[in-house]
């Protein structure tokens, strides 16, 4: 467990900041800033892979007819660029958000289990080398999409295997992140942060771990299923030998849309983080927001037959399930009305961690509403595996995960190495991501509304113009996205020191407590009273 | 270089940090048993079906 100083070595802060140096700094390391720094740094490498997947699908469907690759090779890209960006690179990039932040924002001197946390990270590149290298191995990568069914993922060669294998190392990898972030949240807050007092990015990562805790098992669980299916004559999903392949669509999703979930209530969280701090306001409605994520988090755990409304389920499931569906509205309205309440006669300033806030407020609401059309079950079966689905779930995981990542990255990257980066820079990153996002997913809605089937790499004519303008917005977003890791290094390099504990007039909580840089060993010594009260002045 | 907060820090005593212990020690069983439960659970669930 990382240990707080007690009254015995208090006084030896002065020998805090030695770090190890070289390889053993990262491969043996244990300190929360680095494990985070490292998933983040992955979760960047991973980003880029999955935007290559990404670049070469809308090249494919830049216009009609086969152009760059065979229709097998078209399906591996669609359910490798799934799998890459879901478990490698959003996943990974809250896990570092939550590895940098959670301790210094609850008066932490680390993690509650450093090793753990070590564990956790070097678990993803193995899963990560493995599932990628399936492209080299005959029948190519796995190409059933990120979902996995049964029984088409069963017929695959050698990649079924590796990529079986490679979840359960993701799996694996979350679930300990998840536990460390239980332990840590719920025994190593500092003296007088109670639940109540801790900022909302610790809150959402608190009902996230939860979320993940419950559900990932539940996919290791159905993965394994598969696995005995595949390879030791067992009947699970094979409906050959009496088993049920659309059971495994109700586990699958049973941990799928909780999934989505756990994907979008860190961005929630820092958001709510992000916006008071431009506002120069308190958050508005801080309790309801917590309440708000924890009903979300319960929702999300009966909602799952949404996915599957076309498999022929009875009518009092569809209807349940509709009903349910549509209940999330409520809460995640109580958050998008508390957002817009903090900035009401707010001082408002629009640097980038604000653009982006402010870009997530707003589509992802588009893509909530996108969500509500598809909670309704008539409209669902016309709805059903359309470019409509493609173009909501991109506004949710976009411009709502992605876009609160990169909001939270511009927000902390001054505490974290001390400089600012070029808001100028910044800020063009936001208008090109912003503007070419919706290019890029927009028409999306057209096709899908128009009956343009997904995961298909060639199309009827019809739909030639608007893949095209789609396609263009792709390759603007994709180039535009290689700015953010300029701006990082460059700020790294040679951004203007921050002076003072503040890189933002408004920013409060106990991150910005601590001298910027944040110290190797931050909170050795728990925060004041009055500090942790002048950061929850909610 | 500073560490964390200047002034008055509550120092947190050997008892503090005995409890936090296991506080950590307790946390993290209960939560590995959360985790275990459902991924057995489900496969239980499967084979009691399967077996009806």
């Not at chain 1, 990257?413 to 936001?430: C, E, N, Q, S």
Request: hydrophobic letters at 55%; charged letters at 10%; glycine letters at 8%.
């Amino acid at each position: 467990m990382a240990e707080p100083h007690t009254e015995t070595h208090a006084h030896a802060e002065h020998d805090h900041d030695h770090k190890p140096h070289g390889w053993r700094r990262w491969v043996f390391a244990t300190n929360h800033k680095d494990i985070g720094t490292m998933y983040l740094v992955f979760s960047c490498i991973m980003f880029f892979t999955g935007g290559a997947f990404a670049m070469m699908i809308r090249a494919e469907l830049f216009k009609p007819g086969l152009q760059l690759v065979d229709a097998g090779v078209f399906n591996s890209l669609t359910t490798m660029h799934g799998l890459v960006m879901i478990f490698g690179a959003i996943m990974p990039a809250w896990v570092g958000l939550a590895n940098w932040m959670i301790p210094i924002q609850i008066g932490a001197p680390d993690m509650a289990l450093p090793r753990l946390n070590n564990l956790s990270f070097w678990i993803l590149p193995f899963a990560f080398v493995l599932l990628l290298s399936s492209w080299l191995v005959p029948g190519s990568a796995p190409a059933g999409g990120w979902t996995m069914y049964p029984p088409l993922t069963l017929q695959f060669g050698s990649s079924f295997p590796m990529l079986i294998f490679a979840i359960h190392m993701m799996g694996i990898s979350s679930i300990l992140g998840a536990i460390n972030v239980v332990v840590t949240i719920m025994n190593l807050r500092a003296p007088g942060m109670t639940l109540l007092r801790m900022p909302l990015f610790v809150w959402t990562w608190l009902i996230t771990a939860y979320l993940l805790v419950a559900v990932m098992p539940v996919l290791a669980g159905a993965v394994t299923m598969m696995l005995t299916d595949h390879f030791f004559g067992t009947s699970f999903f094979n409906a050959g030998g009496g088993g049920d392949p659309v059971m495994f669509q109700h586990i699958f999703w049973f941990f799928g849309h909780p999934e989505v979930y756990i994907m979008i209530l860190p961005g929630f969280g820092v958001v709510s983080e992000v916006i008071p701090a431009f506002s120069r306001k308190p958050l508005f409605g801080y309790e309801a927001m917590v309440y708000a994520t924890a009903s979300i988090a319960f929702l999300s755990f009966i909602v799952w037959a949404h996915h599957m409304f076309t498999v022929g389920l009875p009518l009092a499931a569809l209807l349940f399930f509709m009903f349910s569906t549509m209940l999330i509205a409520v809460p995640t309205g109580v958050k998008v009305f508390n957002w817009t309440a903090t900035m009401w006669r707010g001082s408002l300033t629009f640097e980038p961690p604000m653009l982006f806030s402010l870009a997530f407020l707003f589509l992802f609401t588009i893509g909530g509403f996108s969500g509500l059309m598809l909670a309704l079950v008539p409209a669902d079966f016309q709805y059903q595996d359309t470019y409509f689905v493609v173009a909501h779930f991109h506004y949710v995981l976009v411009s709502g995960s992605l876009f609160a990542i990169m909001s939270g990255v511009y927000y902390w990257l001054p505490k974290w190495v001390g400089r600012m980066y070029d808001i100028r820079l910044a800020t063009w990153h936001f208008w090109l991501s912003a503007i070419f996002f919706n290019v890029l997913f927009f028409p999306q809605h057209f096709l899908g509304l128009a009956g343009m089937p997904r995961r298909i790499p060639d199309y009827a004519v019809q739909f030639a113009d608007w893949n095209m303008v789609s396609s263009l917005g792709g390759f603007a977003f994709g180039l535009s996205q290689l700015l953010f890791p300029y701006i990082i290094w460059k700020c790294v390099r040679s951004g203007q020191r921050v002076e003072g504990t503040r890189a933002w007039d408004g920013a409060r909580g106990l991150e910005w407590e601590l001298p910027s840089p944040a110290p190797y060993h931050s909170w050795t010594t728990p925060p004041t009273e009055a500090m942790i009260a002048r950061g929850a002045e909610h | 270089m500073s560490t964390g907060a200047t002034g008055n820090q509550p120092i947190l005593t050997q008892q503090e940090v005995a409890r936090r212990r296991r506080g950590v020690r307790r946390t993290t069983l209960v939560v590995s048993l959360i985790v275990l439960a459902f991924y057995f659970g489900f496969i239980v669930m499967m084979l009691v079906r399967g077996s009806h």
